[in-house]
Structures are given as C-alpha cells and as structure tokens.
C-alpha cells in the first residue's frame, strides 16, 4: 500500500464550479497535511498545509483534515482555466528523521 | 532574485557519462533536499542535508552521490548513467525543524540519458 494515495485523474470540472480532490495517507501519526499545485513543466508550489482537524480556508482554497478517517482533502471553489494542473498531496513522516512523503497528483482540468 | 535555484535546466547526455546538477538557495534554510520525479509525476525523496550534514539517504544506487559545501548549497553526482535516469530531478528546501512549513522547490533540471 502506498503511504500517500491520491486518484491521479483527470477530474473534470467546468469552469466556476467546485472542485474536490482527496487523498487518504496510511501514517496514523502524521501532524502535518500540505498540497502542492505543479503546472505542467514546471516546479511543485505550496498553496496550503492543514495539521488540525477540520478545515482552514484560503481565498478559494479550503483544506479538509479528518484524522481518524485518515484523509485531506482540497477544495477550490469557483475554479478557473488556470486553476488546471497537478495537485500533490503531501505528509511528513513521524518516524526517523522527518520528511516529506508525496502522493502521485490529481490531475485537475477545469473546462472554459 | 530566485530563492532555489538548479543548474542546468536541462541535460541530454548519453549511457555511460558522469554529469552534475547544482543547487543553490538563498532563503536561509538549513535543511535541502533531492527529489526524483518521474512521468508519472511521482516526487520521490533521494537525499535531505541539514547544515551540511547528512540526515536522509533513500533507497538509491550508489552511482548518485550527494555533495554539501555549505548550507546553501547542494549538488547532485551521477556515474554512469543509465536510461532509466531519466526524470526530472528537483532540489528543494525548507528551514528544518518547522513541522508545518512545506518546502520551496526550485525549477528543476530535465534529465534525458539516450
């Protein structure tokens, strides 16, 4: 089983509707959640991390945490064109030396 | 002025040859790392250095060999290269010992061994 579980898509959605990607982890010790947009060709960038339950909003962006289900979810609300890309879930691990683990991306269109 | 930044953004190069990739951050951070991602967009860790020192060295041939002049800087040397090192490899970095920061990527560098 992978550590980090995202279904890689592509999810579909038209242009000023909501978006929902998910991603369940198998760590039941990981603190901290973060999501990561990745455009085609060009670098991860970091638009939220959640490490409590519930949820933290962002502009459109809203991060869901529920820790006893063991899934983060993203929510953008009124999606644009440009909102079109890979997102990346991520956790960091408890154990050993810290770091961060990925999950394979949801690959998000959003249809003018 | 770029916070992480990686030289060359891309490398051609054939099986068999030795070739290295810079890295460079301006941002302070004490801890950086190598990542591999490969066409299924999979990021997956290689190395991590906090001040210099060596804390992360995944499941990767011996060929890969990391090097950390400083806090600020990170290189990555490959020997012998073989086909399936082609990927896109991005350095990244954050402050370390901050469980909630995530990381600041920089542009990578397109692998392609033919």
């Known amino acids: 089983q992978k550590e980090v579980e995202q279904n890689s898509g592509p999810l579909s959605v038209p242009e000023g509707a909501i978006a929902s990607l998910n991603c369940t982890y198998s760590d039941r010790g990981s603190q901290s959640f973060f999501w990561y947009r990745q455009y085609s060709g060009k670098s991860p960038e970091l638009i939220m991390f959640i490490y409590s339950n519930g949820d933290k909003e962002d502009g459109r962006f809203t991060a869901q945490l529920n820790k006893a289900s063991q899934y983060v979810s993203l929510l953008i609300r009124d999606s644009q064109p440009s909102d079109s890309a890979t997102y990346l879930c991520?956790?960091?691990?408890?154990?050993?030396?810290?770091?961060?683990?990925f999950g394979t991306g949801t690959r998000l269109k959003v249809l003018a | 002025d770029t916070a992480v930044s990686q030289t060359p953004k891309y490398l051609v190069t054939q099986m068999g040859n030795d070739k290295s990739i810079k890295c460079e951050q301006n941002l302070g951070h004490d801890t950086m790392y190598w990542y591999k991602q490969d066409s299924k967009k999979f990021l997956k860790i290689m190395f991590s250095?906090?001040?210099?020192?060596?804390?992360i060295n995944e499941t990767v041939p011996n060929r890969f060999s990391p090097k950390s002049p400083d806090k600020a800087h990170l290189n990555l040397h490959i020997n012998s290269l073989e086909l399936g090192d082609s990927a896109v490899y991005f350095c990244?970095?954050?402050?370390?010992?901050?469980?909630?920061?995530?990381?600041?990527f920089g542009s990578g560098t397109r692998l392609t061994v033919v």
């Open positions: 990244a970095s954050n402050p370390g010992g901050t469980p909630n920061y995530g990381y600041t």
């Open positions: 250095y906090n001040n210099k020192e060596l804390i």
């Open positions: 991520a956790t960091r691990t408890t154990s050993g030396t810290y770091k961060y683990i």
